[in-house]
């Protein structure tokens, strides 16, 4: 397996000396005036525009697949939490956005701004990132807020690799607020920027978490973890123990590459791409192996805190019939590779890219992508957020 320290840019390149100790907006406008990346901004607007719909396989939004209920989300903790976050944040802070505010699907990945919505943590208060980050955990389990802090200080360590700490660093994020945060009412937050989308809609006890983009690059912080270890090694023992005829289905997928996504078909602004089912099915595999497959699954969901996350494996687990596993690359344990898993309910992609801010060419096991998505319109919670407003006769705010 290759070493992300053989793939270092040199300390004196162009690229680097002419980006330290720039701020994120300055070191953005050469950028965005490259035709590569006028091409992807002028795509994802696009895409952006679009009215919500949702992922589905052939365009149509299958109805009827997550009823509001009381997923046991103790949602006190998470309102207490917003309200002392608005307590101190100036009355100039741009934070706050209607519930169905369109700025929900305007996140992205790369490390320069490609919009100014909400609050940049870079430039807030110590005591408004505290805030946000006691958000983070009040929504979270504790597994899963660790891995959203381990994601933020991968980001810092790559910043300290190359000591371009004022662009990559553990507060390189926007924070946005929406709705009125409440007890029995809708509202959420997201949260954005390199390596890192979190969008997560609270009402009353159920919350959901979808669209995640979790990455790294490189994924293992010397000394101290190694992120994706457990999406990686539960979906390599899922494919490396199933019979050859069913590897070799699910490697009966169509490769697709775009320069920003690589592999990845649910990434930003990807709210309504058609995605038909790929690869083996999971009603033609063994008791294991569907367990197995639950495991991959699982390894995606651990933000959730224990009774919500359970209520959504119930899902996941009353769907498995019609849950599919896609593969591309090697299952030799050392190789890079891409997997999907896809139903009604669920959608999980973990990708190895090549390099962006490492010179690798071709795909590496250190660069890592991760997605989850709600397929079938609950991205962001709007099916709950639609039934909500109908059994109430009212239209969003």
């Known amino acids: 397996m290759s070493d992300y320290r053989d793939f270092l840019i040199p300390a004196d390149s162009p690229r680097l000396t002419e980006a330290r100790g720039?701020?994120?907006?300055?070191?953005?406008?050469?950028?965005?005036a490259t035709a590569r990346a006028q091409e992807l901004i002028e795509l994802w607007q696009g895409l952006y525009r679009e009215p919500f719909r949702g992922i589905t396989t052939d365009g149509t939004v299958r109805p009827g697949l997550f009823p509001i209920a009381?997923?046991?989300?103790?949602?006190?903790?998470?309102?207490?939490?917003a309200r002392a976050l608005l307590d101190v944040l100036p009355g100039t802070a741009r934070v706050r956005y209607p519930i169905d505010a369109?700025?929900?699907?305007?996140?992205?990945?790369?490390?320069?701004?490609?919009?100014d919505h909400g609050l940049r943590l870079d430039q807030a208060s110590p005591e408004a990132r505290d805030a946000v980050t006691a958000l983070l955990r009040a929504c979270f389990s504790d597994d899963g807020y660790v891995k959203t802090t381990h994601v933020r200080d991968a980001n810092l360590f790559l910043g300290e690799?190359?000591?371009?700490?004022?662009?990559?660093?553990?507060?390189?994020?926007?924070?946005l607020l929406f709705g009125e945060p409440s007890e029995t009412g809708p509202w959420g937050w997201n949260l954005y920027g390199h390596h890192l989308a979190l969008n997560v809609l609270v009402l009353g006890p159920q919350i959901v978490v979808s669209p995640v983009f979790l990455g790294a690059e490189p994924n293992a912080v010397e000394g101290r973890y190694e992120l994706f270890r457990r999406e990686a090694l539960t979906a390599i023992e899922l494919m490396r123990g199933l019979p050859s005829a069913a590897q070799e289905?699910?490697?009966?997928?169509?490769?697709?590459?775009?320069?920003?996504?690589?592999r990845q078909l649910g990434g930003a602004y990807r709210d309504n791409r058609i995605i038909p089912y790929e690869g083996v099915r999971a009603r033609s595999l063994t008791g294991a192996q569907q367990s197995g497959l639950r495991d991959v699954v699982a390894s995606f969901l651990d933000l959730l805190p224990r009774r919500p996350f359970e209520a959504r494996?119930?899902?996941?687990?009353?769907?498995?019939?019609?849950?599919?596993?896609?593969?591309?690359?090697?299952?030799?344990?050392?190789?890079?590779?891409?997997?999907?898993?896809?139903?009604?309910?669920?959608?999980?992609?973990?990708?190895?890219?090549?390099?962006v801010w490492l010179t690798n060419t071709e795909p590496a096991r250190f660069h890592v992508h991760t997605i989850v998505r709600t397929p079938?319109?609950?991205?962001?919670?709007?099916?709950?957020?639609?039934q909500h407003y109908s059994s109430s006769h009212r239209e969003p705010a």
């Not at 299952?331 to 890219?353: C, K, L, T, W």
């Not at 079938?376 to 639609?386: A, C, M, P, Q």
């Open 313 to 355: 494996m119930r899902q996941v687990e009353a769907a498995l019939d019609d849950t599919w596993f896609s593969w591309i690359g090697p299952a030799d344990g050392v190789s890079p590779f891409y997997y999907r898993v896809q139903s009604p309910v669920i959608m999980v992609e973990f990708d190895n890219h090549t390099g």
């Open 161 to 175: 690799l190359y000591d371009l700490r004022t662009i990559l660093n553990e507060w390189s994020y926007h924070f």
């Open 249 to 262: 289905q699910a490697r009966r997928t169509t490769e697709r590459w775009h320069f920003a996504d690589e």
């Open 22 to 32: 720039l701020d994120p907006w300055t070191y953005a406008k050469p950028i965005r």
């Open 376 to 386: 079938n319109g609950n991205d962001y919670g709007k099916d709950l957020l639609r």
């Open 102 to 115: 369109p700025e929900w699907r305007d996140w992205y990945n790369p490390e320069w701004p490609m919009n």
């Open 70 to 81: 009381d997923e046991g989300f103790d949602v006190r903790p998470a309102v207490a939490a």
